[in-house]
């Protein structure tokens, strides 16, 4: 029994004892390799970490290019995100201005019979104190400029007076009475009296200057009061007003001409007519999609839009100016203006009091009648004829443009879209979009390219009247427009012009007689851009194909978009 108890221990024992070994072999081995990693382990401070294998190392690249991918769709995500809070923002935007332009549409009920009488009593009271400020800065700088002279008369001749005094006392010292008798008897009583006289003119010279000096303080009283400030503040608001609307009006013409390149303005439409658009006085009807896309480009189009925004914004900012000026301002510096001049009248009204009574003195002094001098008159110093006081009365500002923004963006929408952005959207089996002549202007290397191609059949001069007419068409300064006016006749239309564009004798002879008119400058802007359009369907017409089939468009497809050869 011991020995099968013993032998039955050892038994189960063993296998025990064994798996116990194995166990401490496998901690041992797990400890050693663990020893060895560590050797080649390195921390986040530097250290070496333990290489990995080409599995590891491809399984981690392409972790990593999931994290990237991954990466590359969030931005993507957000980017069209903002885009479309963008887009949003842009739209409720328009919709405003758009709400804006119809409410700005009517002039409403309005007084302007009193409007106008309000301002023109404001503004006689206003130029009554100008010219009273402007009298009076004239008489104060006479009195001024006489004071120094008379003064400086007074000066020099107590100089003489006294110098001779002193002369007369040293020759006397040691005279001899022989000599005194000589001098009497030669007359030297005569120039006693003669200093007399003078110490007289040194006193007559000095009561001038006074006079003159009163009379001027009195009057710079006038020029250092407020009443001026008034009279000028009120000129400024009325100036300031008056500019805007006249840049109002440039920039609704600059509008007006640029959108007649999208449509047509009609007087009679036909009421089946579906395309027809109406907006305040103004009907017209869209131009076709091609029309359109020849005569403007992409960027245009966008910039026309961006202008029509900005053209609505600055029609309220002059609205709410005008409504200012006439029922808050004119108001407010009325009774102002009232009081300066009252308070100019009587001031100028004492001082004339005043100056009347030195004229007389100055005119007991002169020992000759007036009569033997020539005399000034009021005719002599006017050279021009006589300005009229009368100032413009502006009525309430109105949006004047053809359509409304929402009408604008509808045809725009309609459009396709930018000929670049619809080439690289274009698979490599699928045909390739054409562009239009609007598309090829609107792009620099495809209008160079077409430029080579014009230039080599000798007709390029026609897309440089283009671009000169687009530059002209984009001037707001009056004389560079009229400058570019002429540098395009005498380039472009003119008979002997060294690039004669070839133009219809009827818009060649209209352009001619307007200029020899000396009409509006809008009017003669109106003529280019139907020049311009004569151009734009000759280029349409004869070379927009043929240009599409040269070896220049083919070189420019290969650049931008290789994956199609």
Not at 196 to 208: F, N
């Amino acid at each position: 029994m011991p020995n099968r108890k013993a032998s039955g221990d050892s038994d189960f024992g063993e296998p025990h004892k064994q798996r116990s070994n194995s166990a401490n072999s496998e901690d041992s081995r797990k400890g050693l390799v663990k020893t060895v990693s560590s050797m080649f382990k390195w921390t986040k401070s530097g250290e070496h970490h333990e290489p990995s294998s080409s599995n590891d190392r491809g399984r981690g690249s392409s972790r990593d290019s999931k994290k990237k991918q991954k990466r590359a769709s969030f931005l993507e995500r957000e980017k069209r995100k903002r885009k479309e809070m963008e887009r949003k923002k842009r739209e409720e935007e328009d919709k405003c201005l758009d709400a804006l332009a119809y409410e700005l549409l009517m002039s409403g009920n309005e007084d302007s019979d009193s409007l106008l009488g309000f301002q023109m009593t404001v503004q006689g009271n206003r130029i009554n104190v100008e010219a009273g400020i402007e009298f009076a800065s004239i008489r104060s700088e006479l009195l001024e400029d006489v004071q120094q002279l008379e003064q400086h008369y007074a000066n020099e001749l107590q100089k003489i007076v006294t110098k001779q005094r002193e002369r007369l006392e040293s020759s006397l010292v040691n005279v001899s009475r022989d000599q005194y008798e000589a001098y009497v008897r030669w007359g030297i009583r005569d120039t006693l009296r003669y200093l007399d006289i003078l110490k007289i003119k040194v006193r007559e010279h000095a009561t001038m200057a006074n006079e003159c000096h009163s009379c001027q303080q009195q009057l710079q009283a006038l020029l250092n009061s407020p009443v001026f400030s008034y009279a000028q503040q009120e000129k400024w608001d009325y100036q300031d007003m008056a500019d805007q609307i006249h840049n109002l009006e440039g920039m609704t013409e600059k509008i007006n001409r640029k959108l007649k390149r999208l449509m047509k303005v009609v007087q009679n439409p036909d009421r089946n007519d579906k395309n027809v658009i109406k907006f305040g006085e103004f009907t017209s009807i869209p131009l076709s999609e091609s029309q359109i896309c020849r005569l403007t480009s992409p960027q245009s189009r966008r910039n026309l839009m961006d202008l029509m925004r900005n053209y609505i914004r600055k029609l309220q900012k002059v609205s709410d100016q005008r409504n200012q000026y006439y029922h808050v301002l004119l108001r407010k510096i009325q009774n102002r203006l009232d009081e300066s001049s009252q308070a100019c009248e009587s001031n100028i009204h004492e001082h004339r009091r005043r100056f009347a009574k030195l004229t007389k003195y100055c005119a007991k002094t002169i020992h000759h009648k007036e009569q033997d001098y020539e005399q000034l008159t009021m005719e002599q110093f006017l050279k021009h004829p006589l300005k009229e006081d009368v100032q413009k009365f502006f009525t309430k500002t109105v949006t004047n443009v053809l359509i409304s923004p929402q009408q604008l963006i509808s045809i725009l929408n309609k459009l396709p879209p930018d000929f670049m952005e619809r080439l690289r959207e274009t698979l490599p089996n699928d045909s390739l979009p054409k562009p239009t002549l609007g598309d090829i202007l609107g792009h620099e290397e495809l209008r160079l390219a077409f430029w080579r191609f014009l230039k080599q059949r000798r007709c390029d001069e026609n897309i440089s009247f283009m671009l000169a007419v687009d530059n002209l068409m984009g001037e707001d300064d009056e004389q560079l427009i009229n400058q570019q006016i002429n540098d395009i006749f005498h380039a472009y239309i003119a008979d002997q012009a060294d690039q004669q564009v070839n133009l219809s004798s009827g818009t060649q002879k209209k352009i001619a007689k307007k200029r020899a008119e000396q009409t509006t400058l809008a009017e003669i802007q109106s003529c280019y851009e139907t020049a311009y359009k004569e151009i734009a369907n000759l280029l349409h017409k004869e070379q927009i194909s043929c240009f599409l089939d040269s070896q220049y468009y083919t070189d420019f497809i290969q650049k931008f978009a290789p994956r199609h050869f």
